[in-house]
């Protein structure tokens, strides 16, 4: 028997997502290393035995969850500061981003982690948040996520505190970056290009981008919207709507996840497709943010072209939180409202958005993101000893429209246990907390970003 051998046995429901989508009954996995080795009734499994077993009784397992967006950094130490309706606030976010300290960043982006682990998220993109990569590594290590970073640039002049830089250097920081970190931590950690947005970027960056990362086998990331008044700008500036923009000068294509991606109209769609760009969509931070799903969301017109679509949480301050099974609601329930029609976004549409899909969109689709045989062996079990998980019929269901994150029992990465029975054993939780804390009241008073807390009187 190999050493690294763990066995899920008679798992509730072992929601597959592979190519027929099998839900099996009375499941059981097998996992050898950082691979799954067999899935498949439990009977039919009855006689393998592991290092480790895992009484799976009361567990719903799915693949573990592909958050597309997550800004990790400054904002876990500031979470909630910022009024509903703030006034420029991406102002005061990169503000308080540019401030940050490494020690701080390391504690900030630990507190992330432990988050968005014990919601079942097994890989996110931080779209170049990170500043002292270095100083996080050893966070990204110890906890055992997959993630993908990247050095923010830009090298136009822009309203925000954005990092700048001239062309040259822009792509060259960013080729270092790529050679520094992609494939390290046993290929844990990618590294992709990752300008802010086209508005921020010249069209010689993003192209040389674009180049730099189809040159590494890598990806590359950027804030993207279009809509009337954007569309009616890029007309006057370049001559083409945002998206059609971005692919006249060669910036779209498999390997690019464009952010957000509200408003766009059917050409735009249409040229996502043809260019098999990718798009990842926070639909907890459009809704927060009042950008009206009704008007700019299309969601269900990119999946019926076959665009890849991720969802994306965001920062602990724009949605303000990690739970990916959260974010399956809401994209499952704001289309069918908003276009009073319910047979958009089915609770299984939910659900590969934040697995297959997502593991497609950041080109990872053939390693991970369904529980098949071959594939890396990154889980999410889910306990269904708790009320909103009752009665259960239909997993699918319960985990999209009655169940959140909280209800996370264990998270297997690469084959290792980092959640084990609701509890990490990387970091000691409640000095973290304190520590961030501290870390949020000197981030607040050394930048003077600082709010009422709240509109009832504190006393
Ligand atoms: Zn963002």
């Not at 019929?393 to 029975?421: K, M, W």
Request: proline share 5%; with cysteine.
């Amino acid at each position: 028997m190999p050493s690294s051998t763990l066995k899920i046995e008679n798992a509730r429901f072992v929601v597959t997502v592979d190519q027929q989508r099998r839900i099996i009954q009375d499941g059981s996995i097998l996992i050898d290393g950082q691979h799954i080795m067999d899935v498949g009734k439990a009977a039919d499994l009855v006689e393998v035995r592991a290092n480790r077993v895992i009484d799976a009784r009361h567990l719903v397992v799915t693949p573990g969850f592909f958050n597309g967006h997550m800004h990790i950094s400054y904002a876990h130490a500031v979470r909630g500061i910022f009024p509903d309706d703030v006034e420029n606030r991406l102002a005061h976010v990169f503000n308080l981003q540019a401030a940050m300290s490494e020690e701080e960043e390391y504690y900030t982006s630990l507190l992330a982690i432990v988050e968005l682990l014990k919601n079942g998220t097994v890989c996110f993109v931080d779209p170049g948040s990170t500043k002292f990569p270095d100083a996080c590594l050893q966070a990204y290590e110890d906890s055992g996520v997959r993630i993908i970073l990247g050095e923010c640039v830009t090298d136009r002049a822009f309203p925000w505190n954005l990092p700048r830089y001239p062309t040259e250097e822009a792509l060259s920081r960013t080729k270092s970056f790529i050679g520094k970190y992609d494939h390290r931590l046993g290929d844990r950690l990618r590294a992709w290009a990752m300008p802010f947005s086209a508005e921020s970027c010249s069209a010689g960056l993003l192209r040389g981008l674009k180049k730099l990362a189809d040159e590494h086998g890598t990806g590359l990331t950027l804030h993207h919207n279009s809509g009337p008044k954007p569309r009616e700008q890029y007309l006057a500036e370049h001559g083409l709507p945002p998206t059609e923009y971005l692919e006249a000068i060669g910036a779209l294509g498999p390997n690019v996840l464009l952010a957000h991606a509200l408003g766009l109209d059917d050409a735009e769609i249409d040229c996502l497709a043809r260019t098999e760009t990718s798009v990842a969509m926070c639909p907890s931070t459009a809704a927060k943010e009042g950008r009206g799903v009704r008007e700019h969301g299309r969601m269900p017109e990119l999946l019926a072209k076959g665009v890849k679509v991720a969802l994306g949480s965001d920062s602990a301050n724009s949605s303000n939180h990690l739970d990916l099974v959260r974010s399956m609601n809401l994209a499952a329930i704001q289309y069918k409202d908003a276009r009073q029609d319910t047979g958009l976004i089915p609770a299984e549409t939910a659900l590969e958005l934040a697995t297959l899909l997502g593991a497609q969109a950041f080109g990872l689709g053939d390693q991970l993101g369904s529980i098949e045989a071959g594939k890396k062996a990154d889980l999410v079990l889910f306990d269904t000893n708790r009320p909103e998980w009752q009665a259960l019929f239909n997993p699918i269901n319960n985990l999209v429209y009655s169940a959140d994150g909280r209800s996370v029992h264990t998270v297997i990465v690469d084959g290792r246990v980092v959640v084990d029975a609701y509890r990490q054993s990387f970091v000691h939780e409640a000095r973290l907390f304190q520590k961030v804390q501290e870390i949020g009241e000197r981030l607040q008073a050394r930048t003077g970003i600082t709010f009422p807390r709240g509109r009832w009187p504190m006393v």
